[in-house]
């Protein structure tokens, strides 16, 4: 678990810098619109930076359970169903993410050669966020898969 921890970190800490960064880009272009000047540019940073942002928070809330369940009928079911149901839950949600994996990298390696228009980056800068965080979270359920619930059951 001390890898986990760890990715944990490293995530936070890059959620943190592209949120940072994205205030520090969104208030210069505020400024610089009021001073009647547009840079070029930071329109396409700031959605670059969302971008990462989202995909990246989206795998460092499944590592902190922070994702909404619907629990009401699950409550309602014995503890030895309520792990089939949590391990199924788990599956389906790796195959999904699987799919992401799969197809955020057909999508990064086919826009390769395609640039943004402003800043002229490769688009395959901004598509990279779906297979990457798409290992990280299927690496983030399987690691929960077996841990307990809050409830104190474990999933499988």
Excluded: D
Excluded at 6 to 34: D, E, G, K, N, W
Excluded at 62 to 80: D, G, M, Y
């Amino acid at each position: 678990m001390q890898i986990t921890k760890m990715i944990a970190r490293i995530l936070t800490f890059l959620c943190v810098v592209s949120i940072a960064l994205l205030v520090i880009v969104v208030f210069t272009q505020v400024v610089s619109r009021m001073l009647n000047y547009s840079l070029p540019g930071t329109e396409e940073l700031s959605r670059l930076m969302i971008v990462w942002l989202t995909f990246l928070g989206t795998s460092l809330a499944i590592h902190e359970k922070l994702h909404l369940a619907v629990t009401f009928f699950v409550k309602k079911v014995s503890t030895k169903i309520k792990k089939w149901i949590y391990f199924f839950v788990h599956i389906l949600t790796i195959l999904f993410f699987g799919i992401l994996l799969v197809y955020g990298f057909k999508l990064t390696f086919s826009s390769m050669g395609n640039l943004s228009p402003t800043l002229q980056l490769p688009m395959s800068v901004f598509y990279a966020a779906i297979p990457v965080s798409s290992i990280f979270s299927i690496y983030f359920i399987s690691t929960h898969m077996f841990e307990s619930t809050a409830e104190g059951e474990s999933f499988a």
